[in-house]
Every structure is written in C-alpha cells, then in structure tokens.
C-alpha cells in the first residue's frame, strides 16, 4: 500500500522507544557509559583540565540562557533542516572531531561516519583519529570534514591535504586552540600516560572490564592511524601515539593559515576562536567558517564559557560560526543558535552514546536531540530554526 513502506516496522518502533524508556537523555547514557569504559579511558573521554572551571562554565553559562515561554499557538511542526556551506543538513548539529575515538569503541569512526551519513549530520574525523580517512572513504556521506593538527614537514602537508580530499573530505578543519599541551590532571591520576603503557594499574582497569577488552582484542590495539604512513626510520619503534610530538605542529600560526587557504580549495573552517579580533581577521585571510570553541574545557580552565564569547564573535563577522562545548541536549543547541551560532557540535555527547549502547546509541543520542530540540520550540511557539526569539538571561 503507497504510505505503508515510509511507516517503520513495529519491532523497530518498540525498540526505540524502549530505549526511550531506559535512557530518555544524554545523563542516562553518560551514566551507562561510564560504568562500561575503564577507568582510564573514562578519564581520557570526560575529562577537562585544572580544576575543570571552565567545564563547569559551560554548563552554567548556557543554563543561564531561556526563552519567554509562548501560549495559544495552536499545532506547529517545526523545520529542523538547517543549510551550512552550501549544503541542506536534516539537523543543526553534527560530530565534533575526538582523537582516538577507537579507545571508547572498536571501529568507533567507522560507526560515527556511517550513523553521520545516514542521519544527514556532518562528521568531522580528527587527524588523530584511530581510522585514516582512506578507510573511511566508503563510510562517508555529504557532510564529510576533517580536522587539522598540522603536519611540519611541508611534503606531509600537501600529502595529507591530497590524502583527505581523495578520501571524499570537502571541509577542512584548522583547529587553533592547542598552542601548548594541556595537563589534564584527571587522565594523569587515572594512570594513563603519554604515550599509553600497560602499566599494572591499568591493566587493573581493563580486567574489570572484560567487554571492553574483548571488543579491543577483537580489533587491535587503536593507534593514530593517518600518521602510520609517516613514521619512519629510527622513530618507526616508538609507542603508537608518541608520534604525534614530531609530526605535528599544533601550535600554527597565522601564516599557516595564510598557507592552508593557498593549498585547500573547499571550505576551510577555524576552530578554537573565542576573540572577536580574531574572526575578523580570519575572514579578511579567507576563512569560510568560525568554530566556536573552548575544547570542552579541555585546554584553558581560564577560557570564558563558550556560549558567552559566541554574541561577540557573531557580531564580529559575516562568515557562518560553528559553536561547541557542553551541548548536553536540544535546549542547549537552541540556546547555542539563539545567541549567534548557525550549527552546533558535540564532541563527548556521542562518545557517551557508543560507550553505553555501542553504534544503536548514536542514533538513539541523535533522536533524543531532536525530539527536546522539537518539544521546547513547541514550548517556544517557533517553528523554524530562523525564526528563534532572542533569548533572555536568567541570571
Ligand atoms: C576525548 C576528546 C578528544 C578530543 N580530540 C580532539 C581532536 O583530536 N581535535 C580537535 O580539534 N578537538 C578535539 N576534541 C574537542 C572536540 O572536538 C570538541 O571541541 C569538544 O569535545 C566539545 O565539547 P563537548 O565534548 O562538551 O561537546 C576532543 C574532545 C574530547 C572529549
């Protein structure tokens, strides 16, 4: 019957809203997720830096965003669809790059690319993912970024530019906010080290969880497998993230960006910009996006909130600004694009949904975002994502 094949099968209906019973927000998940991963990976994942001040707020800053709650609107069905870059996505958020993904889930890319390309999302792989983008390739839908710790070298550079851009990548990423290692004090009390070693604690770790080692010993170790193709000669025995020191350089500078914009012809996106001065000055060099960011507080427990540095760079720049950092459910992405952003990215948020249920939680994570993104523009009286009110401060 014309109608019946959209509808989905009812074994499909039922599991999805058991799982909407059991884990109804992102909190369900992370709780899940954190009682499955070992500790040290726990740590890696959730982490902030210093005191975790500027995780903190994150969170409190975008609490202190609302909107004036709307009566007597009658039904509504509001437009989720959002365009970035030329490009129609069914939502407005997408997968923020997270290095070694492959730690929290085997294959985790591979899961994340495919979930992105079947949801309409993009999905930004970081270079220090566990997949390289040529295995990746297949997996790939429209909205295929990728994240840049530069290489030094200038014949890595252009290799890894052409590398990506055969892969199917079309946006490319210059993340700009680790000037300096961040010291991370949760991840190195967990025991966890630079580069990793199976030390007996955290081995201690690993045996408490049993699936997660079974799941790594099924697919190997993960390593930073875009760099594998770089490492030689006398570094070709060190541990497999110790590359990562002479390869890259994360701490580039603005005439790398000036080179970058010369050697890449798609859009070209900066992440880690929290300065009104500076987005100006990205979009005179030819950027095509401004990335919001504080890491998730993952470099600078001094950094500001996020969401309070966003009205500024907005207004500082025509280019579209990407936001993220501690986007925990729907409100917060329509709190992010009433106060300047036009798309969102999560980062842990997903890593949350693939330690707890494995590759079915990202789209469960992605439904749970949609359905609080509908319910509170219904509480809103809005229906389109263009049309949000300005938001009031709740201080
Ligand atoms: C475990 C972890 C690894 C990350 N690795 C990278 C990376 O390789 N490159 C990058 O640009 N950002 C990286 N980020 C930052 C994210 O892209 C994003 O900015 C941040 O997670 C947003 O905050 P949220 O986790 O609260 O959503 C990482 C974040 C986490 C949690």
């Not at 409190?60 to 007597?72: H, K, Y």
């Not at 997408?94 to 390309?117: C, F, N, Q, T, Y």
């Not at 110790?242 to 005439?255: I, Q, S």
Request: charged share 20%; net charge positive; glycine share 8%.
């Amino acid at each position: 019957m014309p109608g019946e094949l959209d509808k989905p099968a009812p074994h499909t209906i039922n599991s999805a809203m058991d799982l909407h019973a059991r884990f109804p927000s992102l909190f369900d998940l992370k709780a899940k997720a954190k009682r499955r991963l070992p500790h040290f990976v726990w740590e890696y994942l959730d982490s902030g830096t210093g005191v975790e001040a500027a995780r903190a707020r994150n969170r409190a800053a975008l609490d202190r965003i609302g909107f004036a709650p709307s009566i007597l609107h009658g039904p509504q069905e509001p437009n989720l669809t959002c365009r970035l870059f030329g490009q129609e996505f069914a939502l407005p958020f997408g997968i923020a790059p997270v290095g070694m993904s492959g730690l929290i889930w085997p294959d985790a890319e591979g899961h994340l690319a495919r979930s992105a390309a079947r949801e309409g999302l993009p999905f930004c792989l970081s270079t220090v993912a566990s997949q390289n983008p040529e295995d990746l390739a297949p997996h790939l839908g429209s909205g295929a970024w990728f994240q840049l710790y530069p290489p030094k070298d200038p014949d890595i550079r252009h290799d890894m530019l052409h590398r990506i851009k055969a892969a199917g990548f079309t946006t490319l990423v210059l993340t700009v906010d680790v000037p300096v290692a961040s010291r991370r004090e949760r991840q190195v009390r967990s025991g966890l080290t630079q580069p990793p070693k199976m030390t007996p604690r955290i081995l201690s770790h690993v045996a408490l969880r049993p699936n997660w080692a079974m799941g790594q010993a099924r697919k190997g170790m993960p390593r930073m497998r875009t760099l594998d193709k770089y490492i030689r000669g006398e570094h070709a025995n060190l541990p497999p993230t110790a590359h990562v020191g002479y390869l890259l350089r994360t701490a580039p500078d603005w005439t790398y960006v000036e080179w970058l914009r010369d050697h890449w012809d798609g859009p070209l996106v900066i992440k880690g910009v929290m300065q009104p001065d500076h987005a100006r000055r990205l979009e005179s060099m030819g950027a095509d996006g401004i990335w919001v960011s504080n890491h998730g507080g993952r470099q600078f427990d001094g950094a500001p909130a996020t969401i309070d540095a966003l009205p500024a760079v907005r207004a500082a720049t025509t280019l579209p600004v990407i936001f993220d950092s501690g986007i925990e459910g729907g409100l917060d992405i329509l709190r992010a694009l009433a106060s300047g952003a036009d798309f969102v990215m999560l980062g842990r948020a997903f890593h949350y949904a693939l330690a707890a249920l494995g590759p079915k939680g990202i789209p469960h994570l992605v439904d749970i975002l949609r359905q609080d993104m509908i319910s509170n523009l219904g509480q809103m009286g809005v229906e389109d994502l263009r049309a949000l009110p300005a938001p009031i401060r709740l201080d």
